[in-house]
């Protein structure tokens, strides 16, 4: 059964995307613990990050990268933190924060209403930013 990152992926449920390319997809997080908490996923589904092969880990995390230099371009942010969890959906992916105290980076402060025009805004600064440094 697809999980409901492969059904992003897909298109099937909508997301606020904020890059792609042929191996990965970032989007971000519906309930995030900071503005512009973004997931970064394969595209390919695999339930535990290290069941990875080594160049799909590899790749998954210079995207990853791309992702979080894009988000440090687009947010008022120090740094730009990094969670592996992979517990709430059998998909490998990983979490971008932005940061500016180590409690931003607190998942059990997640919002769990965020502001739809906000996650649309943010998201487009973000991809914006993608695109300019990857272009």
Do not use: W
């Not at 995307?17 to 908490?37: K, M, Q, S, T, W």
């Not at 371009?73 to 592996?84: D, F, N, Q």
């Amino acid at each position: 059964m697809a999980s409901i990152f492969s059904k992003i992926v897909d298109g099937t449920i909508p997301s606020y995307r904020v890059a792609e390319d042929d191996r990965h997809y970032a989007f971000l997080d519906i309930n995030p613990v900071a503005p512009g908490h973004t997931l970064v996923i394969p595209k390919r589904e695999t339930d535990y990050i290290f069941d990875l092969s080594d160049e799909d880990f590899a790749a998954l995390h210079l995207f990853s990268k791309k992702v979080a230099q894009a988000i440090r371009a687009a947010l008022p942010c120090k740094r730009v933190g990094v969670a592996v969890m992979g517990l709430e959906v059998p998909h490998a992916h990983i979490h971008l924060v932005p940061l500016n105290t180590e409690k931003d980076m607190d998942f059990s402060a997640k919002d769990t209403d965020p502001d739809p025009e906000q996650m649309k805004n943010i998201a487009e600064m973000i991809a914006d930013k993608f695109s300019e440094l990857n272009a």
